[in-house]
């Protein structure tokens, strides 16, 4: 079965750095988008990152751009997530999702395959 499983979460301090991993098994992402998500209590889900298959399309949501960057190495089927300059509004369960190929990366629905999420909390 396909898998997707985040690695990195924490708790670290305001202006702290974070590097989050997302592990695949069971399915090749090198054509996939991947995309990172964060859903913070009472809050819907909130795009974060994305980065197309062949890496000529990179988003990022405003609040992230200059602080945030997604990469991926498929030869480890592994997409991360680095965290710089963290702020408390940042704390959230964070999903790494995989799109086998929709038009819209910003969109949850887009992704066919989602992880458990992993729990990063920034303290002021």
């Known amino acids: 079965q396909v898998q997707l499983v985040e690695y990195g979460g924490g708790l670290v301090q305001t202006g702290g750095s974070l590097r989050l991993s997302c592990v695949t098994s069971g399915r090749t992402i090198s054509r996939d988008a991947m995309g990172w998500f964060r859903q913070a209590p009472g809050k819907e889900r909130e795009f974060v990152a994305a980065i197309s298959w062949s890496e000529d399309n990179i988003m990022y949501t405003d609040s992230v751009k200059g602080r945030f960057i997604i990469s991926r190495d498929n030869a480890k089927n592994t997409v991360y997530l680095q965290m710089n300059s963290l702020k408390p509004e940042d704390t959230a369960v964070y999903y790494c999702?995989?799109?086998?190929?929709?038009?819209?990366?910003?969109?949850?629905?887009?992704?066919?395959?989602w992880g458990q999420g992993t729990q990063v909390t920034v303290s002021s």
């Open positions: 999702a995989a799109d086998r190929g929709s038009f819209y990366l910003d969109r949850a629905t887009s992704y066919d395959y």
